[in-house]
């Protein structure tokens, strides 16, 4: 029996990403790379690491194989511990019968008992989804101070973007007077971050109350703060002002590796007293040749560069051979890209190969109906083939030859 | 090779003084090597790649660099419950020394030998750079029924303390054992990886130590020449042996070329370190790197040209780095010229300046220093 733990995290990493495609076939959104080195779910993890939480359930549910590897015993991120650590919980079998998360509420009632082991008096609820550096410890402190029964993150988004976001309308207190989720005309312009604390009493109350409604679609958002609310719980939102960004689509991830490059974004990851962990693979500094042009780009160790790269993020374990070259570009690791060939506006995951002569992707500015034009996607260990071509915008998750 | 079979013995600082730059602060073991490594990570991982998992690792003085780097041995795979790591500084009794050299630390670590339950004892230095299985040498060892194995190279002797030299036979049996004298002519030399019968070491060991005599190469090996079937087995691969601040340099030079780096660095026998976490590094708008290796962490706005940049290095807009080592966490502000100097850790090197060696005799500044 573990000891009385003050705040916990639970980590809602089931999801499956499904509008990042070929990406997700096979692993789970959070453990989508990023950032040249890391996986999504390192930013929660380390998040929760910085901010003296070190106790983490990590719900996974949908192809979850590589994200347990990945998490092992949370080492990387100083989360191997006697007396907490991470914990990886996936749906199992109980006398009821076997049933899978049916939802983020339900995901965290169906682990209730984990929860009651550690006796927290409160619970951290993330997703991961998203890329941001948070100090949760803020966050608790203000919980606190408003003796509230759930708090909120939120986020002030462009007024045009809001009707994407579970929006909430405070009053002067911060208190939340109103949700909306999605809304067609939005009264603010304050978007849920997808983070919540609470009181772990309370919370636990709702969820049985949660599951026992029949016409509960079991999620927070949905369902089960909105329950809160019509009972007049305090619910207070927690304002953050940092880079947060949400890496569900295509062309979000691709803009979120390449802000990395942008210097007036918000988001310093050399930052030594925020920093971000990750499993490290076990490869030399990389090596760029005499031929090379390396310019505005993120390189990581294991690679050998011979070709050209600009505006690009490259994650470890990457060969670019001569004369290929690679413009605003995503490639992932373990990655060839093979002599002539050519990458533009892409993302190459991992370990696929484009093979000489090969074009992905193109330049929004060569393309002649700017509607068909995107970035282009080649899939996990997928070959591209000698002079082959992949469109701007298109997905493939077979060779092509 | 069977599990807990060899006992792995690493010497940590039997040759410093060759190395005197990098070696006033630390041990040999824990000098930085080739953008992120610290030369005892390639016989260490050389251990653990064979299925040596009980290492110990002798040292004598200003170890803290090499204690903080290898931890526990988590790095390694070699956080065990049965055998793991174990670091041997000098343990003062009346009859053990202070590992002043080889034969006096083998035989104050005596107790630790006596409690492993290997059958062989692989020793091993940490001024040789190699990516080497040492399970092929015990096969040898075997095959040959030899009571000590030397690794040896062919080529120039480096310039070491009693370095040891010889003539192989066909079937690979030494013979004109001697002490290298100076030498220009391409010589067998050992590159101080021996590996014998546990038992055999104890007794050698305690018999040099009985008759107050101290040196290995001459009192253990040369003296028992005769009396004992000692082979040579010859390293393949990269190998590269540190006998000077200049030979420290050309071996990490010879890196930059990339059919010697995959030598070093093969895949299926990798050489572990221990994780900085940093991110990787940022090449910015006209930065200019022409044949180096770079680590991660670095922030680039300069020219770099045949260099090795350790982990978290900043190069400054307008800079010139050529030739060079620069080491964890050197700052080389905008509009330095650098060609030919390897700066320790933590180093800056402030707006404007200039410096340079020359490639027979690079320019070494010491840890932490600003210019």
Known sequence: MAGKTE???????????????????????????????????????????????????????????????????????????????????????????TAWYKNTANAIYQNINFIDRYDPEYVLILSGDHIYKMDYSKMLAY????????????????????????????????????????????????????????SWQKLRQYLIEDENNENSGNDFGHDLIPAMHANNERLFAYHFDGYWKDVGTIDSLWEANLDLLNPNVDL?????????????????????????????????????????????VLFPNITVEE??????????????????????????????????????????????????????????????????????????????? | MRANEVLGIVFSNAYDKVLKELCEIRTMGSVPFCGRYRLIDFTLSNMVNSGVSNVGIITKEHYQSLMDHVGTGRAWDLSRKNGGMVLLPPFNTATAGKNENKVQALNGISSFIQGSKAEYVIMTDCNVVSNFNYNDMLEFHKEKDADITIAYAHGKAPKLPDLLTFNVEGDGKLSKLAIASETDKEVNYSIDTILIKKELLEELIHDVVSQNK??????VILANADKLKIYGYKVEGFTGVIDSLLSYYNLNMSLLAP??????????????????????????LGSQVKNSLIADGCIIDGEVENCILFRGVHIGKGAKVSNSIIMQGTVIEDDVTLDCVITDKNVTVS??????????????IGKGIVI
Request: glycine residues 8%; contains cysteine; charged residues 25%.
């Open chain 2, 214 to 219: 101290e040196l290995f190469e001459r009192d």
């Open chain 1, 323 to 401: 004369d290929a070259v690679i413009y605003d570009s995503i490639i992932m690791p373990g990655s060839v890209i093979k002599k002539g060939a050519t990458v533009q506006y892409a993302i190459i995951a991992e370990n696929a190969v484009v093979e000489e002569g090969a074009v992905v992707g193109e330049r929004p500015e060569q393309t002649e109906n700017l509607d068909d034009w995107g970035v282009a996607v080649v899939g996990p260990n997928v070959k591209v083939g000698k002079n082959c071509k992949v469109k701007p915008k298109e997905m493939i998750s077979e060779d092509r030859v």
């Open chain 2, 259 to 284: 059919e010697k780096c995959r030598q070093l660095f093969d895949q299926n026998a990798p050489v572990y370190t221990k994780v900085r976490d940093d991110m990787p590094t940022i090449y910015g």
């Open chain 1, 7 to 97: 705040c916990i995290a639970m980590l809602l990493a089931g999801g499956q990403g499904s509008r990042l495609g070929v990406l997700t076939k096979k692993i789970a959104k959070p453990a989508v790379p990023y950032g040249g080195k890391y996986r999504i779910i390192d930013f929660p993890l380390s998040n929760c690491v910085n901010s003296g939480i070190y106790t983490v359930g990590v719900l996974t549910q949908y192809q979850p194989l590589e994200l347990n590897e990945y998490i092992g015993d949370g080492r990387p991120w100083d989360l191997d511990r006697a007396n907490g650590g991470v914990h990886i919980l996936s749906p199992y079998q109980q006398i009821k019968g």
């Open chain 1, 268 to 312: 310093d990851l050399s930052d030594t007293t925020w920093k971000i962990y990750s499993r490290s693979p076990v490869a030399p500094p990389h090596y760029v040749s005499e031929k090379s042009v390396v310019q505005n780009s993120i390189v990581s160790q294991g690679s050998t560069i011979e070709g050209s790269v600009e505006y690009s």
């Open chain 1, 143 to 198: 919980h606190k101070e408003k003796d509230a029964a759930c708090t909120i993150a939120s986020l002030e988004v462009p007024w045009e973007e809001a009707p994407r976001f579970g929006i909430m309308v405070t009053n002067d207190d911060n208190s939340i007077k109103e949700f909306q989720e999605k809304p067609k005309e939005p009264k603010s312009n304050k978007a849920s971050m997808g983070v919540y604390i609470f």
């Open chain 2, 351 to 364: 707006k404007g300046k200039s410096l340079s060696g020359v490639k027979n005799y690079p320019v070494c």
